[in-house]
């Protein structure tokens, strides 16, 4: 089905809030003649767990009205389940025969009419003059759900599908999209709008453009025409507006911006830093200068996406240091060969461990960090962590801790960077008598390679 032609359907024919179910079933569903926008009412329908041929029957009988009710509490759980915008409404069904004052075209038959209720200002009111937001989340919810009870694979061609709703309702789609429709058929849909991309999953993104629009001069022949872009890195700044709309409300309550930013994966990066870099000042020793702005991105995926955006602002230094896996190699080489990034520009942790891959706990002995496992995750453990327990051929702690915890999980919790990292920092001056000279070393370092920088 053509989705971009069948969405003015659903709307057209839902704004009606009514449908001749005669029409419908005899001179259309029967001939297998269906017009797009029947199919959204179809959808609503079976949602609904009604009958067709029962609605055919013109006595509303005790069964009925059962029925109908029984319907619109269905339904509305169904809507109100994603629609977070107002959880007091509720949906209801009437069919009646036809009456001389009824709108022309329902003038004979039977006839399906639907109404929304507010709870709170005791209104209710047709379907149709609900927003259009509304009205293409609630059809867009009933023809899927008729798809669905086939259960048959389908591609979903999605053209701006939050074109009608507003921040909060996009995040209700997006929310309906990846629980209901992603574990079980591919889609695909394009957007304008940072509230349709999900900072969680950005490497699902990809940046549709065609460079010839913008260009003075003719391009090559292999660069002309519209492309698609997975790498974000790739693509002009006018199309990263969504992403970085995406990624600005995604990390807004951590992100600090400054003059001179170095861009760490996470929390823990940063309390790790300025732990750190306290502990070699009261030594007399250098720490980080004050000149740097250390910015949490919430990740590694993130750390390209972000360089990308704020690359483009001339003023910035931007500098990364960042954890290093074979993995992420080339993501991370990819910051300096798209030239968005000095290669001295970008540092890994691995650049200072002498080992093949690294993550910033990894500056400390292993010992000294399953010291700050051991004391943070006491209760949760039902004995310390040795390093007999985590021997093996991996490089980085964190990830033979890991391995270690899948055949001897903690009890109430679950470990994670952050925790170790806090627990650092709120005891930093109990633990730093037991940093090794050569954790002193390795941070110091660090610093002294980023100070350069300034």
Known sequence: MNMANSTSSKITLVQKSKITVKALMAERQANNTLFDSDRPMLGLIYLARLDLDELLNPDRTEELNNRLEGASNHLTKQVLKYWSQNK??????????????????????TNLWGRVHDSIRYVSTRLGTRSKGFIWFFSFL????????KNVPIILLLDEPGLFLHAMAQADLLNYIEAELAPH?????????????????????????????????????????????????????????????????????????????????????????????????????????????ITPVGGSDK??????????????????????SNSDKDKIENLYKKKLLKKKNVLTFADFTAMKESDIEDMFEEAFYLTLVNAEYAANLSAPITSSDIAGPKDRVVVRIEDFLKSNPMNGAGFSHYRPARYFTENESNLKSQLSPDTLDRFENVFKALNTLL
Do not use: C
């Open 303 to 324: 750390v390209p996406t972000f360089v990308a955006l704020l690359s483009s602002q001339m003023k910035l230094k931007i500098v990364t240091l960042i954890d290093f």
């Open 142 to 149: 009933a023809w899927f759900s008729q798809q669905k009870k």
């Open 185 to 293: 058929h591919q889609v695909v849909y394009t957007t304008h709008s940072p509230f349709m991309v999900d900072p969680d999953k950005f490497h699902r993104v990809r940046v549709v453009e065609d460079k010839s629009i913008d260009s003075e001069n003719e391009l090559p022949e292999e660069e002309q025409g519209t492309k698609i872009l997975r790498e974000a890195l790739e693509a002009s700044q006018d199309s990263l507006f969504p992403l970085q709309g995406a990624l600005g409300f995604d990390i807004a309550q951590s992100l600090f911006v400054g003059p001179n930013s170095l861009i760490v994966e996470g929390v823990s990066d940063l309390f790790y830093i300025q732990s750190m870099s306290r502990v070699l000042e009261e030594q007399g020793r250098e720490g980080l200068s004050s000149d740097w702005t």
């Open 88 to 109: 007091h409404l509720r949906v209801s069904f009437d069919v009646r025969p036809a009456r001389p004052g009824d709108p022309e075209g329902m003038r004979d038959g």
